[in-house]
């Protein structure tokens, strides 16, 4: 497992007029042996630091979560990301495996089980602590093991100990109750399907010109971005949403040696006519004088494909450009979801196309087009897992290759987040995406707000410009015996919401009041310290520590009733009265 930065977006825009700046100050960043000593060394790497974006789905019903990663500096990754997106965006580290994430357990029986493990086709690798050696009678030589249990599967000269319960994520091949065996299969066995998308050149060194920019340049003559920073991304995420089988977006990218100077001779070969092969040949014919170098024509005079293909390359920065691999893979969890993943595959292909440049374009691949062979087809497809798996960056020669060459202004198109407004209304939920904040709901008639000035507190009401009232809203004892529940996402303040619900009731209303603190998170401690900071005692607060203490409530205690001189069948009819 490994250490990625995990972006939650909210419904608040993400500015874009900053995001290439930032994402070009990551190209000043150097591995760690990048010094003068590191330099002499000839067994030195000289690797620069690699990043990493992933949009990453488990299938049907699961959300679209978005991680960044990088070999070094994921510190800086965090800080560049925070200053990147809006504050109601929620950053965190977490660990994440993203191995057992596309490749989900597979449903074996327990001939199919043991036929995997003999050929080496589940990716779980029993530990000594987990695998038993048999005698020749089939007994297991530990006498705290049963042989027969059902948990307990026998290979060859050894049993196997499974997992059992309900545990998710499955890590360990598990016994379902219907006797079946969940295992994750390893990785070299899966059929992956997958598309890469390659940067296709109209010549050979358009790699210099630009795509279509994330955001407008500061130049007059640069070239005009899209009407729609993000568009892109967020359709690919609706795509990633709409899938039900387990699959990732990738980006790897890492910084590009400059090539300023390789950019001038560019344009002096563009200005100069000689740009194409025939137009050098044509130029050595001609006997092309260098003592007219200084009366090159001037842009006025240019063709206008050449000014276009000059504006093309200043739009782009060949001191601080990347490297870049973009890439699609699912792995389907069974024989009917092969069709349905490819489907999903077809439909997202083609999302990046409105980038197209002038001259330089995202041409789409799928990985099991090459070859004649399924066998060979299966093969591409395996290594292009891996690929993604292993965060790996592949180079290539020619008009089309397997990598980009990107600036800020082009590289974040396929690596910012969007806002959740961007998105559907199935991709937004798919995405977990909070609400960044909501306009107060208009307040009721004056007068049916005073008939809830008593009983328990539940907060103010907000009026029209957002400002709360002075007095609480109340619910009044009389509908205290309904059902009154609190919703709200993790961290939005539930428990400190009911523990002053509880004071508010032990101030205005009698009887008593319980809480059960299912989670234990210290939502009843926190109660004990407000009820003292409020009331300056605990003397009549009761505190219980299930299971070590099981308190007992006569809640049908009729002896007041009878002391105070009703019937006993009165009494009784009281208590089976009470409300629920």
């Keep these: 497992m490994s250490e990625y930065l995990r972006v939650t977006p909210t419904t608040e825009a993400v500015s874009p007029s900053g995001v ?28 620069p ?56 357990p597979v449903e074996y029986s327990r001939a199919e089980f043991i036929d995997a493990y003999q050929q080496g086709a589940l990716q779980y690798e029993f530990s000594e602590d987990e695998q038993y050696t048999l005698t020749e009678d089939g007994k297991i030589e530990t006498s705290s093991v049963d042989v027969t249990a059902d948990s307990v599967v026998s290979v060859d000269d050894i049993a196997l100990d499974l997992a059992t319960g309900d545990e998710t994520p499955i890590k360990k091949p598990t016994l379902t109750k219907e006797g079946s065996i969940l295992a994750r299969p390893a990785t070299e066995t899966v059929s992956p399907y997958g598309v890469r998308w390659q940067g296709a050149a109209s010549r050979k060194e358009d790699w210099m010109t630009s795509l279509a920019p994330f955001t407008d340049g500061e ?5 005009s971005a899209v009407d729609q920073p993000g568009a892109a991304l967020a359709s690919l995420i609706d795509h990633v949403n709409d899938a039900t089988e387990p699959l990732a977006f990738q980006v790897v990218f890492e910084r590009r040696a400059g090539w300023q100077s390789d950019a001038d001779v560019r344009k002096e070969d563009l200005i100069d006519g000689r740009d194409t092969l025939a137009q050098r040949l044509v130029g050595d014919l001609l006997a092309y004088d260098r003592e007219y170098e200084d009366e090159r024509p001037d842009r006025s005079e240019l063709s206008d494909r050449v000014v276009r293909r000059l504006d093309a390359i200043r739009a782009t920065n060949p001191q601080r450009s990347f490297t870049a691999n973009i890439r699609a893979i699912g792995v389907p969890t069974s024989e009917t979801g092969q069709e349905s993943l490819d489907d999903r595959l077809a439909s997202l292909a083609p999302v990046f196309d409105p980038l197209d440049g002038p001259f330089y374009d995202v041409e789409t691949e799928r990985v099991r087009e090459s070859g004649f062979r399924q066998a060979k087809k299966e093969q591409n497809a395996r290594t292009a897992l891996q690929r993604l798996l292993d965060g790996e960056l592949v180079t290539g020669r020619g008009k089309t290759r397997p990598d980009f060459v990107l ?23 798919g995405t977990r995406a909070e609400q960044q904040s909501r306009n107060p709901l208009p307040r009721p008639n004056p007068d049916l707000r005073e008939q809830f000035r008593d009983g328990m507190a539940v907060g103010y ?18 509908l205290l015996t309904t059902h009154y529940g609190r919703f709200a996402s993790t961290g939005a303040g539930k428990s400190k919401a009911i523990i002053n619900d509880a004071l508010s009731l032990r101030e205005t209303t009698g009887g008593p009041v319980v809480i059960v603190d299912r989670k234990g998170d210290g939502m009843c401690q926190n109660y004990l310290r407000s009820h003292h900071a409020r009331f300056d005692d605990c003397e009549d607060v009761y505190h219980f520590r299930v299971p070590e203490t099981m308190p007992a409530f006569s809640f049908f205690d009729i002896r007041p009733a009878l002391d105070a001189g009703r019937s006993r069948e009165d009494a009784v009819q009281d208590k089976v009265d009470l409300p629920c």
């Design 407 to 429: 600036s800020g202004r082009e590289l974040a198109h396929f690596l910012l987040v969007p806002s959740s407004e961007q998105l559907s209304i199935e991709g937004s939920r």
């Design 49 to 104: 630091p690699r990043f990493e974006f992933l949009a990453l789905s488990e299938g049907a019903d699961a959300p679209v979560e978005f991680y960044y990663g990088a070999d070094d500096y994921l510190d800086t990754l965090e800080e560049r990301l925070q200053s990147v997106y809006p504050e109601t965006f929620d950053v965190e580290r977490v660990t994440l495996d993203v191995e057992s994430r596309l490749i989900q």
């Design 20 to 47: 290439p700046r930032i994402l070009e100050s990551l190209h000043k960043l150097t591995s760690e042996d990048s010094g003068l000593g590191a330099k002499l060394n000839p067994l030195s790497s000289s690797t």
């Design 461 to 478: 009401a907000l009026d029209e410009t957002g400002t709360p009232e002075e007095e609480p809203v109340r619910i009044p004892p009389d």
């Design 219 to 223: 130049g007059e003559e640069s070239l």
